[in-house]
């Protein structure tokens, strides 16, 4: 909130009389109404015109000099703020001068909620006339005008503190005369040259107007601060009846009482008439209308203020602290802004955050040094910002300098800086506006990807005028204009900048799709905004903590699409991500371990893989990627420490790299460390991790290039599990090397073999695949056979063999995959789908029997990875289902997705 800035916009003649000042140099305006051509409000009483809530009289004149009544003024300002007209019964019966037959009330303009303010300001009790043909005083509509600018939501010490200024209303005894103050606080009302308000004159029809043009362009309403708090991992807000909700994660209590996970909001208990509410990691801030602040949740640091460092998910005051107007919340720390301009905080604080000039953690609130005269507070994670009433802004806290953090302990004016209007802050940067509604933005270590890594000087924002708003995430931005429309820069991989994409972006971008936005809110990887119609909409990062149901992170029983993939014709998928292969032999991926196996790095969807030549067919290991190019060459990238990628080196490759001396290749398999390649000519290469002899060269050492698989000759088909192996000949005979801890070779109960050895008792084998510790085959017969996890003793133990698959009938192909649990499937002649798995179950194993799956029917192909599945439909269209965690099924929201069950409209708070 920036209420101290209206006192100083307050100071200046606002005087709303027909000899008031000329305005200011502006261009020439032809006046629709006679009698106002050359008048001092002749724009003014234009643009309440042209947005169509005032108009003249039929001679064409507008009469300023007309007194306003009230019937009149409620009208108006209804008109002015779009009131929805309530019908002609909406507030009959509250007054009885307002029956029925009114004017105010035919026309849909007696709101009763306004009534009723109405006559609680003007001190006209239910049941007594209104008196709706008599002239509004001054006092009157400053208060009623006060109480719709801030939804009825009073704060007696910043209205208090504005009357101080005028002589006549010191002692002025009426009782709506701190709402009087608010008016002039916000710049609604002010004084006349003598320095009185003079609250018992009449309004004129240009003052109201010239007023409630104020009232409906005003800052407050357009851009209301606190509604909305965005945190790391939770959200509060406050509905229009004062109460306050909360979602996300509850780590500490930071959401009250209640489960871990709040995945819709919940009411928070203890609250009354809020004025904002403010959010850090895990703990959370309301300030109260009286001034005084409650906190709740995480309290390692002392952060809740209240002298212990014991967390609670009930709410109590901080100790100590009053005649507060605002608050703000860092990772571990807390502000406050005192009505006095002075800034309190309490907390963590290491990096001098807190600005005492010490780094010692305080459980009670502790002034900044050296700061006065303050009109708005921000907290980044581990830094603070201190707007002045002169326009400078101060910070304080952690500063990073080549990847070490300084200590600023006490506020430092920030240099380079126009005059200021506004600050935000979030992670390590911060923002600000100037007062010709231009954008700065300094900070942001670490998010190297679309800025340099520390920006010391504040740089104004490229393509930004106008703006009114500005929101601080982790690493990404956000600019409300005036005009209602919303603009995002910066990181975008998690959707955040809602432009349909997850391309960063450096400059600013209008979002599209969200329009007549009134309030912006940032976090980490996601942005909320709110419309004027109470809407609130989120952008990025949705998981639980934003209190919709989001697709990230989340299981996905049935099958869903997958896009941004054109047609393809294969799929592979590995632990944490997934290959496509298009017709067109380019290769999509999408998902993310961290290790860059998807190319560039984390894809949250799909997108194709640069730096490849056509390909043919596609493998996914646990962490890495396989391609076969059409040349018959071999690309692969990911995880390397062990030489999966065939680069010659230990070390993690994200983009894709020819794999050295491999050429003529016609198939490839992904294990969890390791590769296989098949060459034309029946040979079989292997490369990468070799402790269980899972590279069949007869030694157990690690090989980063390509050796040959000893022993074998005739090979059509590979397979590789997590530490096994297998091949196929030509003949239909199947060998097996590696680990065979759990019987996964089919062959004896030998720890493992570093060479191949031969898996009997099949008859010919014409097709395999491998889960991460199971075998499957299919035999010409059309009988599947199964080995290894999904096959026990009766003692419990492993190394069974192969045994066949019961009770299905004759197959024609076989799938296998997954790490935890293991599926296998196998499809019939006429199309049909039959499933079985094993899980793991503490120290049991639990084998499914096979059922058909009638939903495979509309599948042409299918890839198993861990937890996930993928599929394409005849069309060349892919589908995934199962778990989504690491976003390997592409299903990010990258544009504004609606928060139900959440309306931040106008109506009265603080009730």
Known sequence: MQHKRWLVIALVFLCLMSGAPARADQGATTSAFTDLAGHWAEEIVAGATAAGYVQGYPDGTFRPGTPV??????????????????????????????????????????????????????????????????????????????????????????????????????????PSKAWVGLAAAHGLMGGYPDGTFRPEEPVTRVEAVVILERLRTSHWRQHPAGLLAAGESHVLAIQPDGSVWGWGANHHGALGEGSATMPAPVRIDGVVKPRSVAVGAWHSLALQGDGTVLAWGHNEYGQLGDDTKVSRPTTAPVHDLGDIIAVAAGQDHSLALRADGTVWGWGYNAGGQLGDTTNLLRMRPVQATGLSNVTAIAAGTRHSLALKSDGTVWAWGESPFDNIYTAVRSP??????????????????????????????????????????????????????????????????????ADGTLWTWGFNEAGQLADGTVTDRLAPIQVPGLADVRAIY?????????????????????????????????????????????????????????????????????????????????????????????AKAIAAGYDHALVLLQDGTVSAWGFN?????????????????????????????????????????????????????????????????????????????????????????????????????????????????????????????????????????????????????????????????PTRVAGVPPFTGISAGGEQSQYFSGI???????????????????????????????????ARGNFHTLAIKPDGSVWGWGNNQRDKLGLVQTAPMLVTNLNLGPGRRGQ
């Open 69 to 174: 009544t009230r019937a009149e003024l409620l009208k108006l300002i209804g008109a002015a703020t779009g009131t929805e007209p309530h019908g002609a019964t909406g507030g009959a019966g509250i007054f009885p001068d307002l029956g029925p037959e009114h004017w105010l009330v035919q026309q849909g303009y007696a709101d009763p909620q306004t009534l009723r303010a109405a006559g609680e300001l003007w001190a006209v009790p239910t049941g007594n006339p209104l008196d709706a043909t008599r002239p509004v005083k001054r006092w009157e509509m400053a208060a009623l005008v006060a109480w719709v600018e801030v939804a009825g939501d009073l704060n007696p010490v910043e209205g208090n503190d504005a009357l101080q200024r005028f002589p006549d209303l010191r002692q002025w005894g009426q």
């Open 412 to 481: 430092a004016e920030i240099g380079g800086l126009p005059r200021i209007r506004a600050i935000a802050s979030g992670g390590t940067q911060s923002l600000a506006i100037d007062e010709q509604g231009g954008v700065w933005q300094w900070g942001f270590e670490g998010c190297t990807r679309v800025w340099t890594p520390i920006r010391w000087v504040p740089r104004q924002v490229p393509e930004l005028d106008d703006v009114v708003a500005v929101a601080a995430g982790g690493c990404h931005a956000a600019a409300l204009k």
């Open 522 to 614: 940032a976090a980490n990887d996601y942005t909320l905004a709110v419309t004027r119609g109470g809407e609130v909409w989120a952008l990025g990062d949705y998981e639980q903590n934003l209190g919709i149901r989001s697709n990230r992170n989340v299981n996905h029983p049935e099958p869903v699409p997958v896009p941004g993939v054109p047609k393809s014709t294969a799929l592979s998928a590995g632990d944490e991500f997934s290959l496509a292969l298009t017709e067109t032999g380019q290769v999509y991926a999408w998902g993310s371990l961290n290790v860059f196996q998807t190319g560039t790095r984390w894809r949250r969807t799909a997108s194709v893989v640069q730096g490849l030549s056509p």
């Open 641 to 801: 420490r062990q030489g999966a990628v065939g680069s010659g080196t230990a070390e993690w490759v994200g983009e894709p790299r020819s794999v050295t001396g491999l050429s003529e290749i016609s198939a490839i398999a992904g294990g969890k460390q390791f590769s296989l390649a098949l060459q034309q000519n029946g040979q079989v290469w292997a490369f990468g991790q070799n402790d269980l002899g899972q590279l069949g060269d007869g030694t157990n050492e690690t090989r980063r290039q390509p050796v040959a698989v000893g022993g074998l000759t005739d090979i059509v088909a590979i397979a590789a599990g997590e530490a096994h192996a297998m091949a196929l000949q030509g003949n239909g005979t199947l060998w097996s090397w590696g680990s065979n801890q759990v019987g996964q070779l089919g062959s004896g109960s030998i720890p493992f073999s570093t060479t191949p050895v031969r898996v009997d008792g099949l008859g010919k084998v014409i097709a395999i695949a491998a889960t991460a510790t199971g075998s499957l085959a299919l035999t010409a017969d059309g009988s599947a056979w199964t080995w290894g996890a999904a096959i026990r003793r009766a003692d419990g133990s492993y190394g069974a063999g």
């Open 828 to 862: 019939t002649i006429d199309g049909r789908h039959y499933e079985w798995s094993w899980f793991p179950m503490d120290d049991r194993a639990y084998m499914r029997d096979p059922v058909e799956n009638a939903t495979l029917r509309q599948f042409t192909a299918l």
